[in-house]
DNA sequence: GCGACAG
DNA sequence: ATCTTGTCGC
């Protein structure tokens, strides 16, 4: 049994978009914030943090998690989790406004600095270079980047086969992220700058996070405890 | 207008 | 994301 509770999700400021049109406009307004002119912390060293959120959009519930590494052991640290309603619904470009709510109050919760936050999705390989974790960047403060598992619109060359081989992510012709290749002869992930961080060091961490596996080892503890937040939170 | 579209 | 069985392979 897990005796750690889930923390709440605090109630949605009065501010928050009620519809498509305000979201994006609270899009263009939070964009400027971004920082990109920071090296960013050094692969390798200090402490990596997986953020990933699960949904149950019939009981409306959502849960997120939040896991700590530190980066040269990639040991677990310290873990967080939140639960509470959905606020926003999925719509393409908005991923943020589903996923911010429950990361912010599982981060919260956190007794340890989150160092580098990595997060299942994308920084600013984004329509409108805001995406989800610029987004959290931002609120945050934290250094932040995006590892995802599909080229959502943009378009890329196939990287090499080898571990480490990586190709442009392309919006039409500017280079917003990178296709890089974690494992030999496997489909590559997406990367992206979030906040406070190069595209270089971004990949550099991001292949220091899969010694083994496709997704960095962030994203996989914080998918498999947001799950099983959700089966706690759903289950009686 | 139609199709595509992170999670 | 989520719905879902078996199956091929290390």
Known sequence: MNTST???IPPLPPDWPADVAAARAVQDSLRARVVL?????APGGGRVTGVDVAYDDARDVVAAAVVVLDAASLDVVEEATAVGRVAFPYVPGLLAFREVPAVLAAL???DTDPGLVVCDGYGVAHPRRFGLASHLGVLTGLPTIGVAKNPFTFSHEAPGDARGSATPLLDGAEEVGSALRTRAGVKPVFVSVGHR???AAARAHTLHLTPRYRLPETTRRADALCRAALREATTA
Not at 37 to 41: F, Q, S, T, V
């Open 37 to 41: 002119d920071e090296a960013g912390p």
């Open 6 to 8: 889930a923390a709440a």
């Open 108 to 110: 919260a919760a956190l």
């Open 197 to 199: 961080v190069t595209l």
